[in-house]
């Protein structure tokens, strides 16, 4: 039906090319996320797109956007919305392909979510006795460096 809608736009933190976390709110101006929101739009509009999309910006000391990656699919960088928002990236997908209305993409909370990288995953049974954290392990068998074994989202009350 040409809806569209968008998640809060996360602030994304790389090392060697890996993502390491991703922080909403972003630490951007209301501006900017308005500008990142529409840029979105257009390219939704242009490739006449259905489902969930990633679009990664990297911003300028001016406030200039630049697109960075465009993800056709649900992604890494959208992970803590299953724990924060009240419709997961998946859901939205879903429905979005399904034909069904899109949920809300509003947050119940401020997040961090960071990936667990190798190794990283055996510090899961410590994460699991913070309060206020979610975790989420992708049942992968060996741990390499490198690679993604997991995530979690420390969430926090929605700031002023």
């Not at 993502?19 to 630490?27: D, E, H, I, M, N």
């Not at 501006?31 to 242009?46: G, M, N, P, S, V």
């Not at 056709?72 to 992970?79: D, E, L």
Request: hydrophobic letters at 45%; charged letters at 20%.
């Amino acid at each position: 039906d040409g809806a569209l809608s968008a998640y809060d736009p996360a602030e994304n933190v790389h090392r060697e090319g890996i993502l390491r976390s991703s922080t909403v709110p972003a630490r951007i101006s209301a501006a900017t996320a308005d500008a990142a929101r529409e840029a979105a739009f257009a390219i939704l509009k242009a490739l006449d797109y259905v489902g969930v999309i990633g679009v990664e910006f990297f911003v300028l000391g001016n406030g200039a956007l630049i697109v960075n990656e465009i993800a056709p699919r649900v992604h890494n960088s959208g992970h803590w919305t299953e724990a924060a928002c009240h419709v997961s990236q998946f859901e939205q997908h879903i429905r979005a392909i399904a034909g069904l209305p899109l949920g809300a993409t509003t947050r119940h909370s401020d997040c961090v979510m960071e990936n667990l990288i190798g190794d990283e995953v055996l510090a899961a049974p410590r994460l699991l006795a913070e309060p206020n954290l979610v975790l989420h392990l992708y049942g992968k068998a060996e741990a390499r460096p490198g690679r993604k074994m997991g995530h979690f989202t420390r969430l926090n009350p929605i700031s002023g």
